[in-house]
């Protein structure tokens, strides 16, 4: 014949287990930092908002829009006789660089220490066309393209990159 233990002795146990299972739990997640955490063990503060849809666009699709862009410079300069097309073309592309807006994939490009030379009026439109014919083939039909273009327009325009 089998005896059962009695009722209350199975809830004694259970609530040990429970008490020891929160106990060490409770020891576990002390021991773990936060993804918000700095690496010194305090708190960084609130985690900075994801940056928002179309500025993430830009971020992510930079590179390959510039170096569309680069593919085609040297028709544009070619057209305006400019005398050093490839020192221009390296200068004109560090401008438009400054054109988009910081984000973590898309740091900021610091070739220059003061930041590269602004370009004349008339290469600044040329540059500016060129870089929204680039992103406009080159960034996905999604919502935020719409808004990404617009972003970087008022850029060229002179109102700044979003972000800065």
């Known amino acids: 014949m089998s005896r059962s233990a009695p009722v209350g002795a199975f809830e004694d146990s259970t609530e040990l287990i429970r008490r020891a299972f929160v106990v060490a739990l409770h020891e576990g997640l002390t021991t773990v930092a936060p993804p918000w955490a700095t690496r010194e063990g305090g ?30 410079l040297p028709h544009a300069l070619a057209a305006t006789g400019h005398p050093d097309a490839d020192r221009a073309r390296r200068s004109l592309l560090d401008w438009a660089r ?49 808004l990404a273009l617009q972003t970087l327009g008022r850029a060229a325009r002179g109102a700044g990159p979003a972000g800065r």
């Open 43 to 72: 708190t960084a503060g609130p985690r900075p908002a994801p940056p928002e849809p179309h500025v993430a666009l830009l971020g992510a699709h930079r590179e390959v829009i510039l170096a569309d862009l680069a593919g085609e």
């Open 98 to 146: 400054t054109l988009f807006p910081i984000t973590q994939s898309a740091p900021p490009h610091r070739s220059h220490p003061s930041g590269p030379a602004v370009p004349a009026s008339r290469m600044r439109l040329t540059v500016a066309t060129l870089l929204l014919e680039c992103a406009a083939r080159r960034l996905p039909d999604v919502p935020a393209r719409a």
